[in-house]
């Protein structure tokens, strides 16, 4: 401790009190001298640091801390105006930073745009300069908008005539030539000939001299190619005579012919299968009150009609389509029919001989083909076509005299109503429409968000309510009134129709609701309370037409796409 004590004692000679001091045992301990470990701080740049300067960008080391400001502010220059207090604390709409929003209206944008597509050349968004491969002929360049529309006219004529190919040689229609390579527009290389042509093999050469030969034939002949090609009416009639020992028709109707009962009753059994349909059945109707005759239409393009009461055989077939036939509907007295068929015809049939009696066609589909149900109008046609309208023709002249266009969608249905003053349409675009006969204009317009299509609607025996397949699985009832309203208290379903066009239809006496499923049954509702009376399984596949008979209250034909029509 003396040691110590003697090794720190200053060299000059203390005072005796001082050393007095330091020997006594009361006084405090010695301290050893504090030394700091960090590196000495320059205090110029705390001052440099507080005056909020930039930092000089060729320094290496920085001896104190600066702020984001210091860091973040520009080397030379006053501030951005647009930029933010701290560019890296946010307010940035770039991933580099801030970037200004150039003002140029939207119309001169557009214009400028469209000038480039159009002419190939465009003013960049000082006006000063004009960029684009095309320059303009004018000091002042012309742009879309500024253009008159003749003027747009002669330029695309210009071009168009720059653009026309010059005709080709008589070689080009021999497909064995080469010109043929280079002018034929159904060639992949039309119009381009990048590498030399190849030799023909003696089979091909051949084949390519048959195919011109033919052409050639054919040419001469007059046929072109899109020449429809047109359908032999035939007709065949299958019974045993077809006049009686007294001159009768074979399609007379029996004079006995009566309603037995006021009351229907739902059908328990498959009395008669009537099999000679080679593809599916798509309609079938009973002859018109007696109902001893039942017409199909079928997808194998034929028309049967068949015996209900008699021997129940194929009384007749009638072959003039070339495509599935659609719809089918009777005259008000059975003498005549209507088919409609995806070949794009319409024909008018006498039932007895089966001779066509005329043809109708605008080149578009009939889907649903009706007579006007008054005895005075027979004559007048509706067909509800595939684009959208409902043509009206006069079938003693052969004219269109009307044309119903309101409809966003292929018409399904015709359904008079109002002592046949008005008719209802229903269409794809799952809506529908009342009309008045004879003025084309929607006296009555039903769509609702929550509708579908309705490719089927019967009316009432009452003719006070219709019946609307709804593909959403359900039967919807609507008013024949004024209104046309929606009868939210009835609703008929269970069933399964969707994305299939099955029949609804009644019962003679309006106590039974009755349609086709998807699923080959036939559903019966009771009209009052809606609740499902009864179901039978009739057809293997879709149960697409059901027909209840006017005169015998009990007996129901069902028809589907298994082809065969069944009578219950």
Known sequence: MDLLQSSYAPDDASSPVDSAAASSPESSPLRLPSKSA?????????????????????LHLVAFNPTADQLWAPILGPQHPHAPISSASGNRNHKLGHVEDAAVLPFLFDEQYNTFHRFGYAADPSGLHIVGDAQPQAPEPDTVYNLAPSE????????????QEEPAPPEAKNPASEEWILHNKQSPWAGKKEAPFAELTEEQRQYAEAHAAKKAEKEARGEGKSERTEVVVKTTFHGKEE??????????PPKDAK?????????????????????????????????HLLLSASMDCKIKIWDVLGSRTCMRTYMGHSKAVR??????????????????????????????????????????????PDEDKQHILLAGM??????????????????????????NTITF??????FVTSSDDKSLRVWEFGIPVVIKYISEPHMHSMPSIALHPNSNWLAAQSLDNQILIYSTKERFQLNKKKRFAGHIVAGYACQVNFSPDGR??????????????????????????????????????????SKVATCGWDGVIKYW
Request: charged share 25%; with cysteine; net charge positive.
């Open 38 to 58: 960090a590196p000495a701080v320059d205090d110029t740049a705390l001052a440099l640091s507080s005056a909020a300067r930039p930092l000089d960008p060729s």
């Open 152 to 163: 747009h006219k002669r330029r695309r004529l210009l071009a168009k005539a720059d653009n």
């Open 243 to 252: 006049k009686d020992y007294q001159g009768r028709s074979w399609i007379t």
């Open 259 to 291: 309603a037995t009962n006021d009351h229907c009753y739902i059908p328990k059994r498959c009395v008669h299968e009537w099999v000679g349909h080679t593809k599916g059945v798509s309609a079938i109707r009973f002859f018109p009150k007696y109902g």
């Open 327 to 372: 719809d089918i509907s009777f005259s008000i007295d059975g003498t005549k029919f209507l088919s409609a068929g995806y070949d794009r015809n319409i024909q008018y049939w006498d039932t007895e001989t089966g001779q066509v009696i005329s043809t109708f066609s605008t080149g578009k589909v009939p889907y649903v083909v009706k007579l006007n």
């Open 386 to 411: 595939s684009d959208k309208k409902i043509v009206q023709w006069d079938m003693k002249s052969g004219q269109i005299t009307q044309e119903y266009d309101q409809h966003l969608g292929a018409v």
């Open 417 to 422: 109503v109002d002592n046949n003053r008005r």
């Open 512 to 553: 039974f609701v009755m349609s086709g499923d998807g699923e080959g049954s036939c559903w019966f509702w009771d009209w009052k309370s809606c609740r499902r009376f009864k179901t039978l399984k009739c057809h293997n596949g879709v149960c697409i037409g059901c027909e209840w008979h006017p005169l015998e209250t």
